[in-house]
Structures are given as structure tokens and as C-alpha cells.
């Protein structure tokens, strides 16, 4: 497989990776075929994602996209957060092989589900769907090959 030069940057050095003992909210979720998952930790101060981390167990596409997505909405508020789309990750990491994109759609939905938590643990009645309009979450029988 071919990966950009920004997918292995971001592989060989991934921004952001860690935990956040005092996080504001945690989201985790797995693909079940690849054995990918992702935990993102979130530190929200007055809407704001002041520090984000994550762990990623994964191929070097799931490493490259966690890192990604933090980067693109650390410092940014929950509202602006939540308009990552997996086509921005792979966008800002100048594409990923086709094989790879479900890593991109994991990266969203991590954060997703981060901020599904946060709203949870503070009483927020909103819950944002993990899987966009374009994708169901079930890579291999999918038929839209973005």
C-alpha cells in the first residue's frame, strides 16, 4: 500500500497520544474485522477542547488518523468538533489507500463518541449518531467505496 507522506508522519509521530487523567470525556470504539480501536480523551473548559489525547491499537492508518482528527479539533468548541467527517481526516492527510478509509470513519466516531460522553456526564439530553449519513459502520458489506 502506498500512504502520503502526511500518513507517515503522522504514523511515525503521532501528535496527542497519551491519556488525560482528569478528562472531561472518553470515547472509545473498535472495528471488529480489523481489530482496530481508538480511545480519545477529552479536556473541555467553557465549550472549548482545550487538550485532547488519544490511544489507538491499530495499523498505522488507524495511528495516522487518531492523530489527525485530534489535531484538527484541538482548541476547537464541541459545535465545530462535531463537523469532522472522516473525508476531512483524509483530506488533511493528503488521502489514505482504500483499504484504510474505515480507519478515518473510526477516528470520527471516537471523537463522536467522546462527545457523547461529555454531553452524558453533564446532563446534556443530546445524542450524536456515531455513523454519518454515508457510512453504517460495516465496511465489508458497504457499498458505497467513498
Known sequence: MNYSAKVMDHFAN???????????????????????????YLKIENDVIVDIKFKTFGCGAAIATSSMATELIKGKTIDEALTLTNKAVIEALDGLPPAKIHCSVLAEEAVKAAINDYYQRNGIDKVIPLHGSECHGDCASCSNKH
Not at 501528535?15 to 488525560?20: A, K, L, P, S, W
Not at 472509545?28 to 480511545?39: S, W
Open 14 to 40: 503521532p501528535r496527542n497520544v497519551g491519556e488525560i487523567s482528569d478528562a472531561s470525556a472518553i470515547g472509545e470504539v473498535g472495528n471488529a474485522t480489523c481489530g482496530d480501536i481508538m480511545r480519545i
